[in-house]
């Protein structure tokens, strides 16, 4: 089997995004580097933090 490649230009106009899902990446073309952020839309009094627990062998 043979398989030739050949890169071209990619253009992108225009990209609306309508939603996303609690973890997404959105990639157009080729990257080296990804960077991440995280934003709480909820306020900090609301979040409960607390030690991982790890589940039984019954609970999964």
């Known amino acids: 089997m043979i ?3 050949v890169n ?3 253009t ?6 309508t939603g996303v899902s609690a973890s997404s990446v ?7 580097e990804i ?3 995280s934003v709480f839309d ?3 009094e609301s979040l ?3 030690p991982m ?3 039984s062998a019954e609970e999964t």
Do not use: A, C, W, Y
């Open 35 to 37: 960077n991440l952020s």
């Open 12 to 17: 992108v106009g225009s990209v609306r995004i």
């Open 8 to 10: 071209k230009e990619l």
């Open 42 to 44: 909820t306020p900090p």
């Open 53 to 55: 627990v790890p589940l």
């Open 26 to 32: 959105f990639l157009i073309g080729d990257t080296q």
């Open 48 to 50: 409960i933090i607390g």
């Open 3 to 5: 398989l030739q490649v």
